[in-house]
């Protein structure tokens, strides 16, 4: 293998793959990525079993090959480089020498044929998808995965393929993010995977503009976004039913102004604590106090106008489940469905989106 290839992407490339890396492998190659030059471009491959991802940029190939490295050397190495392009080649002895400007390197590698083989997806089933509407239903569901990993189920999104759109849902028991967008699937029937955190955590960061595809494989999930692929396995078993769980619409709203009520929930977050979560609501006539008492610590106030005529109100919510989603709405005003302190709170934009957090008791 020999090629010349911009040392700013090829960092680039280099960082995102390393992402993928664990540094708990028993296996050395797990820590290697790998390097496939092919006619006028360069591969980047990493995989800890789970999950793998392949970038692909542009270079001069002289003599196409292949080899790995060390993930975190490598990507090291290319951090302290000029800004210039790069001079790669493979010599004998599995010696992968670096050149940039003055500066050269020589570094052990381990040959192509010990790194695992990816598997094969271009003949499974797929879908199209825009990478903006994927990205942002990631964006509005991933953060209520859970993170117990002795409920491994929930560890992760749900993907529900119907014929005519695509359902993310996720939840760690305590909320659930629900978001669905129509588009043109050609399933004949609709099909449920659970793609993990990790898998989702990469995607969510590797996501921009233009079209990709998605491969449901009998255990695994393919997301080929163009220069990028990313192969994961899926999480096995059923996923909770997650429509039970989703309330009824209830007519009367409690309307705020999205910037203003998250800032208030932040400010009375500060004095939550391990032993005292629950910020408390009280909700009357076109009124909101959001308030928070803790006697260790602290306590604060808040009024603000907001748009309700229902009953009196007073329910105590974890701030944290609150800003996670108001954070990511674009919408400047949104109703929040409050029934009573035992019920769940919702919050449903149009058609698409629904996110249900059940209330904590206060004090």
Not at 316 to 333: H, Q, T
């Amino acid at each position: 293998m020999k090629i010349r290839v911009s040392r700013k992407d090829l960092l680039e490339t280099a960082q995102v793959v390393q992402g993928v890396v664990s540094t708990k492998n028993a296996l050395p190659i797990l820590s290697n990525m790998l390097l496939e030059a092919k006619k006028d471009k360069i591969s980047l491959m990493a995989t800890d079993l789970d999950i793998a991802i392949i970038v692909t940029i542009p270079c001069e190939v002289s003599q196409e090959g292949a080899t790995t490295v060390s993930a975190k050397r490598f990507t090291d190495i290319l951090k302290e480089l000029p800004e210039d392009d790069v001079a790669l080649a493979v010599k004998k002895n599995n010696i992968v020498t670096i050149d940039c400007q003055n500066a050269h390197f020589k570094v052990n590698s381990l040959p192509r044929e010990e790194f695992p083989k990816l598997p094969s997806y271009k003949d499974h089933e797929s879908i199209d998808i825009k990478q903006e509407t994927l990205k942002e239903m990631l964006i509005m569901t991933a953060f209520a995965v859970s993170h117990d990993e002795t409920r491994y189920i929930l560890n992760g999104v749900l993907f529900e393929i119907k014929p005519q759109s695509l359902v993310l849902v996720a939840t760690d028991g305590r909320r659930l993010a629900y978001c669905e967008k129509k588009i043109e699937t050609r399933m004949l029937k609709a099909r449920k995977i659970i793609v993990p955190t990790k898998a989702i955590t990469e995607l969510s960061k590797t996501l921009g503009e233009g079209d990709s595809k998605i491969y449901f494989g009998e255990n695994q999930a393919t997301f080929d976004l163009g220069n990028t692929v990313i192969i994961s396995r899926l999480i096995e078993g059923e996923y909770p039913r997650y429509e039970q769980v989703i309330p009824r619409e209830h007519k009367e709203k409690l309307l705020v102004k999205k910037d203003l009520f998250l800032s208030a929930t932040r400010r009375a977050g500060l004095l939550t604590n391990q032993d005292s979560q629950a910020i408390k609501l009280d909700v009357f006539k076109n009124r909101l106090v959001i308030s928070k008492n803790a006697p260790d610590v602290g306590e604060t106030r808040e009024e603000m106008e907001v748009e309700y005529q229902g009953d009196t109100l007073s329910m105590g919510f974890n701030p944290a489940y609150l800003i996670d989603v108001l954070k990511n709405i674009r919408e400047e005003n949104v109703g929040i469905e409050l029934t009573a302190p035992d019920k769940p709170g919702v919050i449903r934009l149009k058609d698409d989106y629904i996110y249900v957090v059940l209330p904590m008791q206060i004090g």
